[in-house]
């Protein structure tokens, strides 16, 4: 998804989750975070998606810096059910919009 598409889907869809998959330290960096954001790092996701379990049902948009490693995450995340869609650009886009 576009970040215009992203940016009005926060608002309009209030079941949507969001996944970033930076590292602790870029969710708290100078990109900041989106707000209600859950944080799992994409080196951790496999291990860490039963966190997500509660959200199957969601659709879940999947961020990071720049939009590789959200692409990778999704992967994951499809391969165990969930309904996952990439953010393109990331937080870079984001930022800069």
Same mark, same amino acid.
């Given at each position: 998804m576009t970040i215009k598409e992203f940016k009005e889907e926060i608002i309009t869809d209030k079941?949507? !989750? #969001?996944?970033d998959v930076r590292m602790p330290e870029e969710f708290v960096?100078?990109?900041?975070?989106?707000?209600?954001? #859950?944080? #799992?790092?994409? /080196? /951790?996701l496999s291990?860490?998606?039963?966190?997500?379990?509660?959200? !199957?049902g969601n659709r879940i948009a999947v961020i990071c810096r720049s939009g590789v490693r959200s692409r990778a995450a999704v992967a994951i995340l499809k391969e165990n059910g969930f309904n996952a869609i990439n953010v393109d650009g990331g937080m870079l886009a984001y930022a800069e919009k």
């Open positions: 079941d949507l !989750k #969001i996944l960096g100078n990109l900041n975070k989106i707000p209600n954001a #859950i944080n #799992i790092p994409v /080196q /951790q291990l860490r998606v039963d966190e997500l379990d509660p959200f !199957k």
